[in-house]
């Protein structure tokens, strides 16, 4: 079975940036749907961004236009660019793909 793992959080400033990265230990292709969760403190998990296959794309209405999601299949990666980031965007970063998900990765927005 695939395994992901999750790199690339950490502490960033208000109106920062972060990249993290979701690498599969397997092939990534025939996952039609990859996806960023997140989960903050005392609250319930909830959808950041999907890709599909295809390369389309659905986003959170709070990322919109802040976040970017992409996928290589061929390099069995996930990313999630983090543009604008704000201290609600704190929280664990999960990356998914149907029934599989990573470990999570911490970001934390704060100054």
């Known amino acids: 079975q695939v395994q992901l793992v999750e790199s690339g959080g950490g502490l960033v400033q208000p109106g920062g940036s972060l990249r993290l990265s979701c690498a599969a230990s397997g092939d990534i292709f025939s996952i039609y749907v990859m996806g960023w969760y997140r989960q903050a403190p005392g609250k319930q998990r909830e959808l950041v961004a999907l890709?599909?296959?295809?390369?389309?794309?659905n986003y959170a209405e709070s990322v919109k236009g802040r976040f970017t999601i992409s996928r290589d299949n061929a390099k069995r990666q996930v990313y999630l660019q983090m543009n604008s980031l704000k201290p609600e965007d704190t929280a664990v970063y999960y990356c998914?793909?149907?029934?599989?998900w990573g470990q999570g990765s911490l970001v934390t927005v704060s100054s």
């Open positions: 998914n793909g149907e029934k599989i």
């Open positions: 890709i599909t296959n295809g390369g389309g794309t």
